[in-house]
């Protein structure tokens, strides 16, 4: 009989780990597993996941504030801000525990920084055991106190952790044994994302110049991605290459569009208008990376393995990538992917020169890349590993 699974996400929109539980639920093998996957709202996912016949409940959230506050320039905690968030998960908690016992869940698995701590929270009270899915670093800019609150609550709530990069569970070590932490890659579907997948009509809709060279960046429009970056960038490279084109897919980060208003003024305020495209959210990704000469991540910190670069990889596209802990994993400069600091706009024109300028170098890449992902990063093999995972908790 299948061990019934809960998959409790922290948003019911599609970003990252939405896309990683969707595969995940997608992909489990149903002779062993039943998902089922909690969020907190009607939206994309669940939709995605009825659609794929995947069992799915909502479970509201209760309201949360921002945990730090801006003061003269630098963002600090905000202890009020803390303490109302624990007694928000304590209240969603007490709702979820009873609705994982009527389901008859044996396993519990928390999507995202929030989730960890109501769903933690809901199984110990259910008594299930938890595995906590960590797919995002926590930010370092009020010292130890958020890597030290995650690891601290790791240790009490989850009984292992999957971390989707070695940068996150060094991150975990300050309270959490290393033994119960496994470093799970995310994975995509390598025949969705391939060099074969025809990007004809998405590129028509972006450029109509056959000559035209297109550097998209997938990402939330969140200014820790750093779109900024590569529009700076851009303005050093206008003349050399004024077939260059951006492509920015992606919207802003559920109800925040200061960062997405500020990337349009920039744009104008460089003389960039005709060259940057801003494309939302495509549901059409395998198409809309097919579509792209050049793969640009500029993210500034927190990715690990997003699957914003895992797809561009199996789809084989030149990607140049900041070397951000974590995603750096991924890479070997020069062979399968260029490097460059985070932030620093003259780096990653240096780059951007090199790839934009020559068609081979950007189909070697593209080729080891994916071969790479081939090996290291298809959506069966992040499946059996986490499977691995959900096996040794229900085992202690």
Known sequence: MSARLALVDVSSEMSGVEFSTLYLAQNLERTHWSPLVICPGEGELPQLCRQNEIDVLIVPLTRLVATSVRLRGRRIPNPFA?????????????RLAPILEREQIRLVVTKGLLAHYY????????????????????????GALFPTLLSIGARVLARRVIADANSIARQLDIAMPRDRVNVVW????????????????????????????LIGVIARLVAWKG????????VQLGNEFPNARVILVGSALFDTDEYAQSLKTETTRLGLGE?????????DMPEALAA??????????????????????????????????????????????????????NAL????????????????????AREFAERELSVEQFTRKCESVFERALEN
């Open 186 to 213: 995310n994975g995509v579907d390598t025949r969705e994302f391939s060099p074969e997948m025809d990007g004809t009509r998405v590129r028509a809709e972006w450029t109509h110049a056959p000559d035209a060279l």
């Open 82 to 94: 803390l303490a109302w968030n624990a007694l928000s998960f304590a209240i969603t908690a007490r």
């Open 275 to 283: 060259r940057v495209v801003f494309a939302g959210f495509r549901s």
């Open 227 to 234: 779109q900024h970056v590569l529009l700076k960038a851009m």
């Open 119 to 142: 769903g933690g929270l809901a199984a110990r009270w259910a008594r299930i055991p938890c595995v906590w899915h960590v797919q995002d670093r926590v930010s370092e800019r009020a």
């Open 349 to 368: 024109v240096n780059q951007l020169r090199l790839v934009l300028g020559d068609s081979a170098l950007r189909a070697r890449l593209g080729q080891n």
């Open 292 to 345: 792209l000469d050049v793969v640009a991540h500029t993210a500034l910190e927190k990715d690990s393995t997003p699957l914003a670069v895992v797809s561009a990889m199996a789809s084989g596209k030149a990607i140049v990538c900041s070397a951000v802990d974590g995603t750096a994993e991924l890479f070997e400069e020069g062979v399968n992917g260029l490097l460059f600091p985070p932030g620093d706009a």
